[in-house]
């Protein structure tokens, strides 16, 4: 990862800029934020930040990216000792600037806790979200769309990487009645009045290491499954702030029948290549124990997975975790294989499928889809594969049924917790000859996008349970 640097030359600065430098993380989160002296560029690249040199103590003071580390001096021709006596004054000026800054924090990190909140004002949501995420920043815009719909002031706070994340600036001056949070509780800088509510997607740290969490009254957890549940009343949270919410709902303004679209007799994939199980625990014979499994037709069931793992699978630290990284990998991996050596017509998008050892699949790899694109796939497809370790009701099914297509789905019925599996709606399989069947005859489910099965694939469950527990909490 490069440091964060202030160029003198604007077109260096651009440069760099360009190659939006990251840090080495899976994620990577962080990007380089490169400031610059001279004329301001009209550029759209985020982490390049005009701030010339008679203002940057203010400047910096007052903004909330990342303070710079190191001075670039390309285009300068100056001799040792002036570039010496830049760096110094350079570097006092950066410790004034983080000092005021860190002042600025206090203020409204202060102000923040006191704030006084008149709730017959039109409410106000503030959403953050990191435009790394492949999956969540998308839902907490759907969430945002459908708040702004029903006439609430909503601030989504998008980070792209270059942010100060100890800087409480934006939403200090939002000062929000409401805030949403996926996957991190986020409530140390909220005063009491403030409702947060925080909705665990994926088995975050918070919910598997050791550290005390303090939860406020005002603050409510949604979960999608019930390890996450079981992890939080662990850590001492009351079981009345815990809320079921184990479908996350399809954005309905994205995701619609087009009839414009013509449907072809094909299947489509679309999902990330898993890779992320501990190879130190799974060993060669293991790894093939598990896929045997699965091509016998049995579930991935802990009790199953016990039997094959002979080092001791109750004495692995976040056990919960562990099996659900096993069923969602190899369930998803596998029955992608099978359908790419199905007679159907294939489409596979999504992350990392060049990755595959499966040249089949490869070959069926089309790339990643935009949004917009997203529905359009769908609606061209006559069938659109579900492939998930332990959850039926997943945000990628509700997109599905809702663009018309047919979902065929990996039968893990067995052991899910979910009450409502649309059995009616769905076309289930767990071997490669139930799916083969299913694909070779052209087989349609009893139901076909039953209204049910819409509706619950929406928000409206999400949003009436917080706008109820908020109206409860305000009527005392």
């Not at 670039?72 to 950066?94: A, H, R, W, Y």
């Not at 997109?399 to 039968?411: K, L, Q, R, S």
């Not at 694909?439 to 209204?451: A, F, G, M, Q, V």
Request: negative net charge.
């Amino acid at each position: 990862m490069q440091p964060d640097t202030y160029f003198f030359s604007s077109q260096e600065a651009l440069r760099i800029a360009q190659k939006q430098n990251r840090s080495d993380d899976i994620l990577q989160y962080i990007l380089q934020v490169c400031y610059y002296n001279g004329e301001k560029i009209d550029s759209d690249l985020v982490n390049l930040i005009h701030l010339p040199i008679e203002n940057l103590v203010d400047g910096l003071a007052l903004g909330r990216f990342r303070l710079p580390k190191v001075v670039d001096f390309t285009g300068l021709e100056l001799s040792v000792d002036v570039v010496n006596d830049i760096k110094q004054n350079f570097m006092i000026s950066l410790s004034q600037a983080k000092f005021y800054r860190d002042e600025l924090n206090k203020v409204y990190l202060e102000k923040l806790r006191k704030t006084t909140l008149d709730f017959s004002q039109p409410k106000r949501i503030y959403l953050l979200t990191n435009t790394r995420t492949r999956v969540m920043q998308y839902i907490s815009k759907d969430i945002a769309h459908v708040l702004e719909q029903r006439g609430y002031d909503v601030f989504l706070d998008s980070l792209y990487g270059i942010e100060d994340i100890g800087c409480f600036k934006n939403i200090f001056e939002f000062n929000p009645h409401v805030t949403i949070n996926i996957n991190h509780i986020n409530n140390t800088m909220l005063n009491e009045d403030v409702f947060n509510f925080v909705w665990f997607q994926d088995y975050m740290p918070v919910l598997s290491n050791k550290d005390p969490l303090h939860i406020r009254e005002r603050d409510y957890i949604f979960v999608y499954q019930s390890m996450y549940r079981k992890a939080l009343l662990e850590k001492g949270v009351a079981e009345n702030k815990i809320f079921d919410q184990k479908v996350f709902p399809a954005d309905t303004s994205a995701f619609y029948m087009d009839e414009n679209i013509v449907r072809e007799d094909k299947v489509v994939f679309v999902g990330t290549y898993y890779n992320n199980v501990n190879k130190n625990f799974v060993d060669e014979k293991m790894d093939l124990a598990i896929k045997q499994l699965i091509q016998s037709g049995k579930a991935l069931s802990l009790k199953n997975l016990e039997t094959i793992f002979t080092k001791g699978l109750y004495l692995l630290p976040g056990l919960d975790k562990f099996a659900n990284d096993v069923q969602q990998m190899y369930t998803r991996n596998i029955c992608v294989e099978w359908l790419c050596e199905s007679d159907k017509k294939v489409e596979i998008y999504g992350y990392n499928w060049e990755q595959s050892n499966k040249q089949k699949i490869i070959d069926s790899f089309l790339g990643i889809l935009s949004k917009d694109k997203l529905n359009k796939v769908y609606n061209s497809a006559k069938y659109v594969l579900s492939a998930s370790g332990q959850l039926i009701n997943t945000q990628r099914l509700g997109e599905i049924v809702h663009c018309g297509a047919i979902p065929v789905v990996y039968d893990s019925r067995e052991i899910t917790d979910e009450t409502q599996t649309w059995d009616d709606e769905c076309l289930y399989f767990k071997t490669q000859e139930e799916l083969n069947y299913i694909l070779d005859n052209n087989i349609e489910p009893k139901k076909y996008r039953s209204k049910e099965m819409l509706e619950h694939f929406t928000y409206e469950k999400f949003y009436n349970t917080m706008n109820s527990l908020m109206q409860q909490e305000l009527n005392g």
